[in-house]
Structures are given as structure tokens and as C-alpha cells.
């Protein structure tokens, strides 16, 4: 089946610094992947649409200067934490489709970045 | 995305078969049924999805009401690798990679 890859697994930075997350989709290309944004002991939030050469479109209350999203090939969305701060500690997730087998799986999902900023 | 209403938590015993409950009664007609489900600290998984025949594949079944207001996810013989949280969503098949996921069902098997 499809694969998405998140890489790093955690991370934990200085508040103030900046972090990179990227997620990949390892045997199919994606046009469009989501990034979610989970808090401990609470549901997936989504944050951001991320278009392969456009923009992300933003939901509603995420600061899009804070959080950075480059889709620039079918294969690769990154998500920058811009000026982390400890609030920003939370599970990263991102999703894609595989269009050749969407009606099978459905959306696949990584297996999440854990940020923590101290 | 039409709303969703499922029980915080569930137990159930090793072996057995785990009947986990989804009530969305303002479903629309083009709206499918999906399940995922996030074991702790893991990405959510693809389970099973359904518009209103039941579905069966490798891991589930999903049976949904005639009226397609509530539906059942069913895990024939549940393991203790089934623990997890449980989510069921409603949402338009083009529109599907937008989910908005609720609390969910946390289900916990037990030997």
C-alpha cells in the first residue's frame, strides 16, 4: 500500500529556534498533502492543505507566517516551526492519497513528528 | 463534515469480537463513512470506509444502518495490538483528505 514517511520521528529544540518537518510520500505522488497538528490526550486538528507549486491553504486560527509549508515536488511537503515556542510542543502529522489506490485505502497518514521545544 | 457521536471508551475481552458504535444522523446522501484508528504515539491507519452497503476487508467490517445514521465497526477477534483509539468520520469522497476527527472510541483490549 502507500507509504508517507515523516522524518524526524522527534525533535526537540531551544524556544526561539526554528524546526523543519518533512513528509514524503515514498511510492506515489501526491498534488496535495495535509498537515495535522495533535495535542496530548486530544483528537487531530487540521492546520494546512499543502498544494505541490502553490500556496498551503490555511484553517482557520493557524498563523501561516509561523507555520511555513513548502510543497515544491510531488513528492516531498516540509512544515517549518518558525520561532518555536514551548506552546508549539505538540505531534506533527501529515497525510496524502495515492490516486491509483484511493478507493482502497483511503488517506494514509505518517507516523507523526514529535515536537517538544524547551 | 457531518457530525459524529461515539463513546469515549470501550473494553473488550482478547478473542472476542469488538463492536464499536458511530452515530451520524445528519449525514448527507453523499457523504461516506470512514474509520481510522491511532494507536498511541503512531499516525492514524486506514480501516475501512462504506457508503451505505456494508463493507467487509482484512482487518473489519463496517455495517451500516439503512437509514445511514449510525454505523458499526467490527473487529472479529480482537488482539491486544487492537488497542487504540478509534475514530469514525462522514465526509464527502473528494473532500476526504480534509477529515475533521472527533474525540473518537478509546478500545481497550484486554487479555
Known amino acids: 500500500g502507500a507509504v508517507v514517511s515523516q522524518h524526524p520521528s522527534w525533535v526537540i529544540c531551544k524556544s526561539g529556534t526554528s524546526v523543519k518537518i518533512e513528509c514524503r510520500s515514498l511510492?506515489?505522488?501526491?498534488?496535495?498533502m495535509f498537515w495535522y497538528r495533535q495535542f496530548p490526550k486530544q483528537s487531530l486538528m487540521l492546520m494546512a492543505t499543502?498544494?505541490?507549486?502553490?500556496?498551503?491553504?490555511?484553517e482557520q486560527g493557524v498563523e501561516k507566517d509561523k507555520f511555513l509549508i513548502n510543497h515544491a515536488s510531488l513528492t516531498l511537503s516540509t512544515l517549518t516551526v518558525t520561532s518555536a515556542h514551548p506552546e508549539d510542543s505538540s505531534f506533527y502529522i501529515c497525510?496524502?492519497?495515492?490516486?491509483?489506490?484511493?478507493?482502497?485505502?483511503?488517506?494514509?497518514f505518517g507516523s507523526g513528528t514529535r515536537l517538544t521545544v524547551v | 463534515d457531518a457530525k459524529t457521536t461515539q463513546p469515549t471508551s470501550m473494553d473488550c475481552a482478547e478473542g472476542r469480537a469488538a463492536n464499536l458504535p458511530c452515530n451520524h444522523s445528519?449525514?448527507?446522501?453523499?457523504?461516506?463513512v470512514y474509520w481510522y484508528r491511532q494507536i498511541h504515539s503512531q499516525g492514524p491507519q486506514y480501516i475501512i470506509h462504506?457508503?451505505?452497503n456494508n463493507e467487509t476487508n482484512e482487518m473489519a467490517s463496517l455495517i451500516i444502518t439503512e437509514d445511514r445514521k449510525s454505523s458499526t465497526l467490527i473487529l472479529p477477534h480482537a488482539t491486544l495490538r487492537d488497542t487504540a483509539v478509534y475514530y469514525c468520520?462522514?465526509?464527502?469522497?473528494?473532500?476526504?483528505?480534509?477529515?475533521?476527527f472527533g474525540d473518537g472510541t478509546t478500545l481497550t483490549v484486554k487479555p
Open positions: 468520520i462522514v465526509r464527502v469522497y473528494t473532500n476526504a483528505g480534509k477529515s475533521t
Open positions: 511510492d506515489f505522488q501526491a498534488t496535495t
Open positions: 497525510s496524502a492519497r495515492d490516486p491509483s489506490q484511493a478507493v482502497v485505502y483511503g488517506y494514509t
Open positions: 499543502s498544494n505541490e507549486g502553490s500556496k498551503a491553504t490555511y
Open positions: 462504506g457508503l451505505k
Open positions: 445528519t449525514i448527507s446522501g453523499n457523504e461516506y
